[in-house]
Nanobody, 124 residues
Framework: VQLQASGGGLVQAGGSLRLSCAASGRTFSGYRMGWFRQAPGKEREFVATINWRGLRTDYADSVKGRFTISRDNAKNTVYLQMNSLKPEDTAVYYC??????????????????WGQGTLVTVSS
């Protein structure tokens, strides 16, 4: 599975961005998906996850109420809508996929496939 993340960029605090992650190379069926991020000098951290049918989601406390994860299985794409962005949201955002379970997971160790990352910069 190849994952291609896009949609990052520079935005002012309070603004919005939508990240996309397109999967190719293998059926998307049954995959749980996740978004993680890594800020400069920090470890990679969990952001959001969603199960195959999109009925179960989970979010990091720092983004709850501001970010929304969704997916379109017909397009093999998962999205991360980010609203009310803050400077502390600045990071490289990575999408991840795991074909072995349908339960959402906030652990990076559970994901087998990773995208290349897309940079989000939020200015104050």
């Amino acid at each position: 599975v190849q994952l291609q993340a896009s949609g990052g960029g520079l935005v002012q605090a309070g603004g919005s961005l939508r990240l996309s992650c397109a999967a190719s190379g293998r059926t998307f069926s049954g995959y749980r998906m996740g978004w993680f991020r890594q800020a400069p000098g920090k470890e990679r951290e969990f952001v959001a996850t969603i199960n195959w049918r999109g009925l179960r989601t989970d979010y990091a406390d720092s983004v709850k109420g501001r970010f929304t994860i969704s997916r379109d299985n017909a397009k093999n794409t998962v999205y991360l809508q980010m609203n009310s962005l803050k400077p502390e949201d600045t990071a490289v955002y990575y999408c991840a996929a795991d074909p072995t379970s349908d339960y959402p997971s906030n652990s990076a160790m559970d994901y087998d496939y990773w995208g290349q990352g897309t940079l989000v910069t939020v200015s104050s």
